[in-house]
């Protein structure tokens, strides 16, 4: 970990990371630290200045540099100084896990404190690549060598980096590279960089235009955003390459079910927005999405879901070989008249790129979408406030022939507000017309949460909010309406909310009170189609039993109607005890009673009883634990049945200072559990028999149980471990049949053995089965590597490397054993070699063996910033099954340049030739890569 370190770049900072330690890692290195640029040595230092070409390792005994006086341990960075190396020389060094301090009284430290302001701070390092490609042959052998080729341009990242603060002054920083160890679906990439006039954001970004929400709905996309201030004027620019397409499924409640299916996966990584009746969900707090499967599943606390609430999920699914490739762009102009008064100016477009293989394919069109859009705020007298935005978008349905109408559309949002010392009252004019589309949503969702209405609207709305002493009040007045073109082929739904919402304390008791009311009628020209209606009134109080004990007490009635079809009143009561002031065990204990009664024909449908445990207790500094427990009893009368489902959670966390790290968590399910086949599927289809099977439902109780352990324990300074297991089983109890199951485990060690031997050891292995995608599939790893360095100018290396991928649906394996030796080789300070030969040896699926020789240099001048390098391959492939010999062929360029100061790009240039096999025809490809990375 680095920190507390300004570099001196003058300007504008464009900062990537690179990571190096993931290659490196394979040589046993504990710490690596990247030096780039020319070498400009101290005018004070009589010792010839080098630069380093191979490694130097430091010892776990102090460095003692032998002077007239006292020997004296010396820092790294003392160390380079007094040997005469530079610290923007050009080469690595390998530090021990531990570094002797430095004296804070010698001159090299004072003037690296002078140099420096320790206002940054990193932990850890991160990647950063992009990669493109060109190929002909076969696709199927191109991406086994070339696993970035499936998605075209990628945007590669590893491990976890978080940077903030000041890299020179006036310049901030704030980085986040986000990729769990545990889930490797919660990527999260973002670089942002901001000084006193300007915010560069880049990655992974959220699509976001400040101050607007019409324009640009949040998507996921790898892309570029910058603004620049000048005084009052801020200029944007945006630019991005959208990762997926947009998705809305809506699904309803099942009680103690956990997790529902998407109907398009893979995810995009953070794209998803999940609501419950409204109400936005945390995710990795209140839900989890397994991104590559297609799954949401909601974490205990959120349960039970009950039948009447609706859950919203809105994500992105990830392009695929059907779906053409989008660009984002957008400038805005933003002129601050002061602090609360501003009028802008956007302009944003979305395309795709035309591709007539795809057009011919799958019988669709590239489409346009351009914006343009003007917002304001402004602020007078009186507590006095208004914001307005107005948009209108035009759509080309077809850009490639233009043979499709243009759709155009447009959006006006009026509010006003009036704020007092005890109130404040806002009113709202919102009104979507019928062919406008903002980008990211293809069908546009009202503001509205609780009108819950698609496409154009009509909205007029106001809030009252009165905060007096100890007592608040909140009231809401909301309509709406739809299909404002009345085009006959659609139906028209108005909407109308009446809401409220107190607050208040008597004495030492809080107190809480709110309704609900909710009408919408649903019209066919001008036929009443359908009228829904919801009423809810809902209060509850608490109070303090002693300084340890606090109670809450909650009773709702809530009533649905859709008039002469059918009536549902739901009354439900909780209570809940819980504790207080204990630092170490907070616990908390609720029970919850529910009634749902068809008031059609006066029948009880259901009754549910609720009981949930929660206990976080903090052990001790190093242990801490959570442990969650949820009980289900439920008659459901009209399918004569009771349900039975309890729900149970632990996470654990146990660490002795740096060396051990132990964390744990399960989570065990037993109930009769539904999947959701179908979306947006209403009420009233329940009782139809056509519609009930719709609904997966296992005759016996399934069983679900998710586990995950990580261990990390340092060993010692020359060994360390690392174990990671994770499983999800689901199981129909009595007939013991497995619906689904997935298990990763994956075992790493690095051993520095005597005689300047390293030893890297890897084992991983995945398990997927899943009955509903028909998939059965194990995948097997195993790798060993070992390293010795021969004096400071040879370095030998063997690896082995065993890998089975079995497909048990198609009853087929691939299988690869593959041998290398290396040895490397300093020429000189300005050039190093290699030599390798590599035997593979393919089984199953692809039958055929290959042997390839390979050599590389490495050039670094002293003189220059520059670093080339080559590397050569050649070799033969045979394929047993049909007897073909064939060549393999390689070449690569490598360049690494310093574009400003502590800057450095790099690119690699891959041509590469594979041979024919059993099962494709072989290919000719192209790879280009590249990276930008800033030594810190």
């Given at each position: 970990?680095l920190?507390?370190?300004?570099p ?17 890692e394979?040589?046993?290195?504990d ?10 040595p101290?005018?004070?230092?009589s010792?010839?200045?080098t630069?380093l ?9 102090p ?15 003392e ?15 390998v530090?021990?896990a ?6 804070p009284?010698?001159p ?5 404190k002078?140099?420096?302001s ?29 696993p ?15 940077i903030?603060?000041?890299v ?34 880049m990655?992974r ?14 998507k ?9 201030k ?8 945006l ?18 079910q ?15 927005r ?17 991104y590559?499967?297609g799954?949401?599943q ?7 879901i009950e ?25 805005r102009e ?6 609360k008064?501003?009028?802008g ?6 395309k795709?790129?035309i ?10 069109s ?17 507590g ?6 107005m ?19 447009s ?9 007092g010392?005890?109130?404040k ?34 909205q ?8 007096r ?24 739904t ?25 009408n919408?009628p ?13 009423r ?14 606090r ?8 009533k649905?109607r ?5 009536g549902?009143e ?48 903090r052990?001790?500094?190093d ?6 427990y ?18 149970t959670?632990m ?12 964390s ?24 139809n028999?056509?519609?009930r ?6 005759p ?12 990390r ?17 689901e ?23 005597p ?11 995945r ?17 060993t ?22 497909d ?10 593959e ?10 300070l ?8 590599i ?7 692809e ?12 050039y ?22 049909t ?13 690494q ?6 800057a450095?790009?790099e ?19 192209t790879?280009y890569?590249v990276?930008?990375s800033?030594?810190?």
């Open positions: 970990m920190k507390n370190y300004r001196r770049a003058p300007g504008m900072v464009f900062l990537f990371i690179l990571v190096f330690v993931g290659s490196l394979s040589r046993g290195l710490r690596v630290r990247y030096f780039f640029g020319k070498s400009s101290s005018s004070k230092s010792t010839k200045t630069a070409t191979e490694p130097v390792e430091i010892k776990s005994d460095v003692v540099l032998e002077t007239s006086t006292a020997p004296k341990a010396l820092t790294t960075e160390f380079l100084l007094a040997a005469g190396i530079p610290r923007e020389g050009l080469g690595w060094i530090l021990p531990s570094v002797p301090k430095a004296d009284t010698s090299q430290v004072a003037e690296k002078a140099r420096f320790p206002s940054v701070e990193i932990y850890g390092t991160k990647s950063v690549e992009f990669n493109n490609y060109k190929y002909k042959g076969d696709f199927n052998q191109f991406v086994q060598n070339n970035m080729a499936i998605t075209d341009s990628k945007f590669e990242q590893h491990t976890r980096v978080t903030q603060g000041e020179t002054e006036g310049t901030h920083i704030h980085a986040v590279f986000d990729d769990s160890a545990e889930r490797d679906e919660d990527d999260k990439i973002l670089l942002g960089i901001r000084g006193d006039n300007f915010d560069l954001q990655g970004i959220d699509l976001k235009i400040p101050d607007t929400k019409y324009v640009l709905h949040n996921k996309a790898m892309g570029i955003a910058l603004t620049h000048n005084r009052k004027l801020s200029s944007s620019f630019m991005a390459r959208s990762e997926g397409v947009e998705e809305r499924e809506q699904f309803f409640g099942q009680g103690l956990r997790e529902y299916l998407l109907k398009k996966a893979p995810v995009v990584p953070g794209s998803e999940v609501t419950i009746d409204g109400r936005e969900l945390v995710s990795g707090v209140d839900y989890r999405v397994d590559e499967g799954t949401l909601f974490d205990l606390k959120i349960l039970p039948n009447t609430e609706s859950i919203i999920v809105e994500y992105e699914s990830l392009r695929d070989g059907n779906a053409f490739k989008n660009r984002i762009f957008s400038l933003k002129y601050d008249f002061d602090d008064n501003h009028l100016l956007t302009w944003a477009l979305s795709d790129q591709d007539e293989d795809m057009m011919l394919s799958t019988n669709l590239p489409q346009q979408l351009s914006i343009l859009g003007m917002d304001g705020k402004f602020s007078l007298r009186h006095i406030a208004g914001q307005v935005e948009a209108r978008s035009v759509q080309n349905l077809d850009i490639a022939s233009n043979s499709l109408p243009l759709r155009k559309g959006v006006i949002d009026l509010g006003v507000s009036q704020t010392r005890y109130h009252v806002s009113l709202q004019k919102e009104r979507i017309s019928p062919g406008y589309r903002a980008i990211g949503r293809d069908a546009f969702l009202t503001q509205g949460e609780d009108s819950g209405l698609l496409g154009d609207i009509d007029n709305s106001m809030q009252l909010g009165i905060n002493g100890k007592t608040s009040y909140e009231h809401l007045l909301r309509e709406s309406e739809t299909n404002l073109d009345h085009d006959p082929l659609k139906d028209t108005e909407f109308f909310l009446t809401s409220g919402n107190l607050k208040s304390q008597i004495g030492s008791l809080p107190i809480r009170a709110g309704y609900k009311n909710e919408k649903t019209w066919t020209g001008n036929t009443l189609k359908e009228y829904q209606t919801q809810k009134h809902n209060a509850g109080l608490s109070w303090d039993l002693s300084s340890r004990l109670v809450d007490v909650d009773k709702e009635t809530e649905n859709v008039l002469n079809v059918s549902l739901i009354q439900s009561q909780s209570f809940a005890l819980s504790s207080r002031g204990n630092s170490r065990l907070a616990w908390n204990y609720g029970f919850r009673q529910r009634e749902a009664e068809d008031m059609m024909r006066n029948f009880t449908n259901e009754e549910s009883q609720d009981h949930l445990l929660n206990l976080n207790w052990i001790n500094r242990l801490q634990a959570q442990i969650e949820l009980r289900r009893e439920e008659d459901n009368f009209v399918n004569r049945e009771t349900l039975l489902s309890s729900a959670g996470d654990l966390r146990y660490r002795v200072g740096r060396k051990f790290d132990y744990v968590k399960v989570k065990e399910e037993l109930k009769r559990r539904l999947i959701l086949e179908t979306t947006n599927l209403n009420l009233v289809d329940l009782k028999p056509d519609k099977k719709d609904y997966v439902t296992p016996n109780p399934v069983q679900t149980l998710t586990t995950s352990q990580i261990l324990w340092d060993q010692s300074r020359d060994l360390d471990h690392r174990l990671s297991y994770r499983t999800m089983e199981e129909e109890r009595i007939v013991n049949k497995m619906l689904s199951s997935h298990e990763d485990i994956a075992y790493d060690l690095r051993w520095n053995l005689y300047e031997v390293r030893l890297n050891y890897r084992l991983a292995h398990d997927r089965l899943n009955l509903a995608s028909a998939l059965d599939q194990k995948i097997s790893e195993q790798e590597e070992l390293t010795r360095s021969l004096g400071r100018d040879w370095m030998v290396s063997a690896r082995y490397l065993k890998s089975d991928d079995e048990l649906r198609a009853n087929n394996v691939l299988g690869l054993k041998d290398e030796f290396k040895v490397d080789k300093t020429i000189n300005n050039l190093r070699g290699y030599a390798s030969v035997r593979r040896d393919y089984s199953g699926r039958d055929r063996e290959e042997m390839t020789l390979g050599t590389g240099i490495l670094t001048p002293m003189q220059t910033d520059l670093r080339l390098g080559v590397d050569l391959s050649k070799g033969k492939s045979e394929d047993r099954i007897k073909l010999d064939s060549d393999l062929e390689k070449i690569q360029l490598s360049l340049k310093e574009i400003f100061k502590d450095i790009l690119g690699i240039y891959k041509h590469e030739v594979e041979a024919p096999s059993s099962k494709g025809t072989g290919y000719t490809g790879v890569n990276k930008v800033m030594d810190f």
